[in-house]
């Protein structure tokens, strides 16, 4: 079945990483995303991965993808007060034409 | 600019009205989307057009109605509103159905009263 589960809330430091957790269900999930919400706003894509790679950076974002155990993450590094945000987990499939969402991490930023 | 473009951003109407939303990108995607996002930021897929054509229809009330006048556009039309239906209303534009993720539009906040 079709399922992404993310935490809801993770609070980090200024300048420290946050890492932001994924897992989903379907193994068959060939394309894996993450989307960023900044209140009022609609969704930004920051990054996609393929099921085929196990990682992907771009500046401070890591995103890491353990197929096995169906987990997803992104890393955050030196987190800023602009990465306040919500983080959407996402995950497709080849054969689909839909992405279905995890319920979003809201990350707040401490000084 | 080029972007996925939703009108109104806001709006407020009473129970038992009809309203519509509209959407347009200007990024040449060939695949135009609609989704729903509750108070709690879940985020649900409605309907997807691929070249005017339905290709996703999700267990939505048959209030709800989708048109895609040309590959650039798709608009919601919602009949008979109800209280239920107040969430953000997201319209979101790909090419190749998404193989390399969605743009999406800013939302339209519909509030029902």
């Known amino acids: 079945g079709e399922d992404v589960e993310q935490s809801l809330f993770l609070s980090v430091r200024e300048g420290d990483s946050s890492v932001i957790n994924c897992t989903y269900t379907d193994s068959s999930s060939t394309y894996l995303y993450w989307y960023k919400q900044e209140p009022g706003a609609g969704l930004q894509l920051l990054t996609y991965i393929f099921s085929n790679m196990d990682m992907k950076q771009d500046q401070r974002l890591t995103v890491l993808l353990n197929k096995k155990d169906k987990h997803l993450s992104l890393r955050i590094a030196d987190t800023q007060t602009g990465d306040s945000a919500i983080y959407f987990c996402?995950?497709?499939?080849?054969?689909?034409?839909?992405?279905?969402f995890g319920s979003g991490t809201r990350l707040s930023i401490r000084p | 600019d080029t972007a996925v473009s939703q009108t109104p951003k806001y709006l407020v109407t009473q129970m038992g009205n009809d309203k519509s939303i509209k959407c347009e990108q200007n990024l040449g995607h060939d695949t135009m989307y609609w989704y729903k996002q509750d108070s709690k930021k879940f985020l649900k897929i409605m309907f997807s057009y691929n070249n005017k054509e339905l290709i996703i229809n999700e267990t939505v009330p048959n209030r709800f109605s989708p048109k895609s006048p040309d590959k650039a556009h798709l608009n919601l039309h919602i009949n008979s509103l109800e209280l239920g239906d107040s969430a953000v209303y997201f319209c979101?534009?790909?090419?190749?159905?998404?193989?390399?993720?969605?743009?999406f539009g800013s939302g339209t906040r519909l509030t029902v009263v």
């Open positions: 979101a534009s790909s090419q190749d159905l998404g193989v390399y993720g969605y743009t």
């Open positions: 996402a995950e497709s499939k080849s054969s689909a034409s839909k992405i279905i």
